[in-house]
């Protein structure tokens, strides 16, 4: 578009038509905003045909998860509590990007409150891997990895309470990065559990994931999580890795389910790593099999609190024939909410009860602390740590949703990055029985940058990227 070669109404209309001709089959996106994406995009054009100065995505077709409120358009977390809702801001990560010029061309699907791996728990319809039809996306955010995986966005937001962004990336084979806790403002995403929750980008480069990041990250008085540090994930971008130290965990490398294909295929990034002149050492992660049930504790006692609000008084979903409100709020919860949500709601509540509290919150967040301070004696030995993503391949649709616990060992190589806060990315690093395999990338706090550049040396190393899969 700088070169004059396309305009970003040509290049909408372009994805437009890939979203008519492939979604059909995937089910990336919830709904679309094609009227207001072409206002923006038009816009977009007199900026480059006046010569105007440009925001560093502008023209960019964008999609986001419907977890991120978006001014207008209907917003509901994969949940039909939330049908109708209309909200009436931008979220600041909309906002930051919508300023750097992103065209929205749509909500993408999820599952239910982003509590899932496979958007199998989305209250609409399941999602499905441009990789393998029969097989999921991962999850939380699989419609928008599906969507960049499938060339019917050529960014995507997302967002990553134990893995809900990394993981998805692996299973569709695109770039998925979950910053900092506290990198990029929380304010206008609808909650799941807010000490675990962090947005990050779906791209099909770490360079496009780096300018992305660029873009949202940074202070919001709006949200007083949000932290003052200082923003550059560019600058050293393309330093490679001669001289860094990077981190391999047994722990991580013999995680119970751990595929023989999904470890070749590490075990081969880590040496191109290492050819690329960066050294590998040994850390220990010692409290990564507590890390599973101390997360589960945890993240569902949270999203008993923040899921309280949905009651079908203030907004949403209600039940027009509940004839007293203590009728109202039981229907409209139980009509509204999804199993895996209900699941997760009564969990959280146990945990949280009058006898129950130290047993499980307090010893649960006890754990948590435990796990953090793995992460920060193994990052006095390196740089950052390298690791599966997920510890298998995408699986078929159907396989796992009647065995909960199951579903959730699909976050175990992820999860303890949201538990210490620590910013993560996960890209391809080839294939496993035709489907995709991601690296993971741990750096510790506020090193977005260090993450962002073991990638792309590894990128640059293995010749490796993300690559649109063939309809």
């Known amino acids: 578009m700088r070169r004059r070669e396309t305009t970003p109404s040509e290049l909408l209309e372009r994805q437009l038509a890939d979203i008519e001709a492939r979604d059909g089959e995937v089910h990336a996106y919830l709904r679309l905003t094609p009227k207001s994406a072409r206002a923006q995009a038009a816009a977009a054009d007199q900026r480059y045909a006046r010569g105007e100065p440009l925001g560093p995505l502008d023209g960019i077709p964008m999609a986001v998860k419907d977890v991120l409120c978006v001014d207008g358009v209907e917003t509901t977390a994969g949940s039909q509590i939330l049908a109708g809702y209309h909200p009436p801001y931008d979220a600041t990560a909309i906002a930051r ?158 995680v119970e389910g751990l595929e023989p294909g999904v470890r070749a295929r590490v075990d081969e990034a880590v040496l191109k790593l290492e050819g690329a002149g960066a050294e590998l050492v040994e850390v220990a992660l010692p409290h990564t099999d507590y890390g599973l049930a101390a997360y589960y504790i945890v993240a569902p006692a949270e999203a008993s609190s923040n899921l309280a609000r949905f009651d079908g008084i203030k907004y949403g979903a209600s039940d027009p024939n509940a004839q007293t409100l203590v009728e109202t709020y039981l229907r409209t919860r139980r009509q509204g909410f999804g199993p895996e949500v209900r699941r997760r709601i009564m969990l959280g509540t146990y945990a949280l009860s009058s006898g129950y509290y130290d047993a499980y919150y307090l010893k649960a967040q006890k754990v948590r602390t435990l796990v953090a301070r793995d992460f920060a004696e193994a990052f006095r030995d390196c740089d950052a740590i390298v690791s599966a993503t997920s510890p298998t391949v995408a699986f078929e649709l159907g396989a796992k949703t009647g065995d909960p616990l199951a579903m959730y060992l699909c976050d175990v190589l992820t999860l303890g990055g949201n538990l210490a806060g620590l910013p993560g990315i996960s890209l391809p690093c080839g294939e496993a029985g035709g489907l995709p395999v991601g690296l993971q990338v741990l750096a510790p706090q506020w090193r977005e940058d260090v993450a962002l550049r073991v990638a792309r040396a590894y990128e640059m190393a293995s010749g490796v990227t993300a690559r649109v899969a063939p309809a």
């Not at 990007?97 to 993408?108: I, N, P, S």
């Not at 791996?117 to 999602?127: K, L």
């Not at 084979?173 to 947005?199: C, E, H, N, W």
């Open 97 to 254: 990007l919508r300023a750097a010029g992103a065209v929205f061309v749509g909500m993408t699907n999820c599952d239910e409150f982003a509590m899932g791996s496979s958007t199998e728990n989305s209250g609409y319809f399941p999602t499905h891997n441009p990789w393998g039809l029969d097989r999921v996306p991962g999850g939380s955010s699989g419609g928008s990895a599906a969507a960049v995986a499938a060339g019917m966005a050529v960014l995507a937001l997302g967002t990553d309470t134990g893995g809900s962004i990394r993981q998805p990336a692996a299973l569709c084979g695109v770039v998925g990065m979950k910053p900092t806790y506290g990198r990029v403002s929380r304010y206008g995403l609808i909650a799941f559990a807010s000490s675990l929750d962090q947005i990050g980008p779906f791209t099909r480069s770490v360079t496009d994931a780096a300018q992305v990041m660029q873009v949202m990250a940074g202070r919001d008085p709006r949200d007083a999580t949000s932290a003052a540090e200082p923003v550059d994930m560019l600058s050293e971008l393309e330093a490679g890795v001669e001289g860094l130290r990077i981190g391999v965990a047994r722990e991580y490398s013999e």
